[in-house]
């Protein structure tokens, strides 16, 4: 899926099992165990439903205290672990 020619990142719930525990994502994806922590629960949540790339960058700038290019660095970097993982593909 794309809105308006940008990709849309999805949670790839078919595979990836997660719970929010004590403010903390618990990921389970195949046999290993992953917690996301801090910034990465607030992008976590927005690719439940699929976020573009833009979408997860100006959530960080609004909820934290970060300007656009270290939001953008560092929301490329958790997508391109995410994608690695096989937990997140873009839809």
């Not at 949540?45 to 960080?60: F, I, K, M, P, S």
């Not at 909820?63 to 993982?85: H, I, R, S, W």
């Amino acid at each position: 899926m794309y809105i308006r020619g940008v990709a849309l990142y999805q949670l790839m719930t078919d595979q990836v099992s997660w719970s929010e525990v004590g403010g903390e994502i618990v990921v389970l994806n195949e046999s290993t165990y992953y917690t996301v922590a801090g910034t990465g629960v607030v992008l976590w949540r927005l690719l439940v439903e699929g976020a573009t790339e833009a979408q997860l960058v100006d959530e960080l700038t609004s909820a934290y205290e970060v300007g656009p290019g270290t939001a953008k660095a560092d929301v490329a970097a958790f997508l391109e672990q995410l994608v690695a993982a096989g937990m997140v593909r873009q839809a």
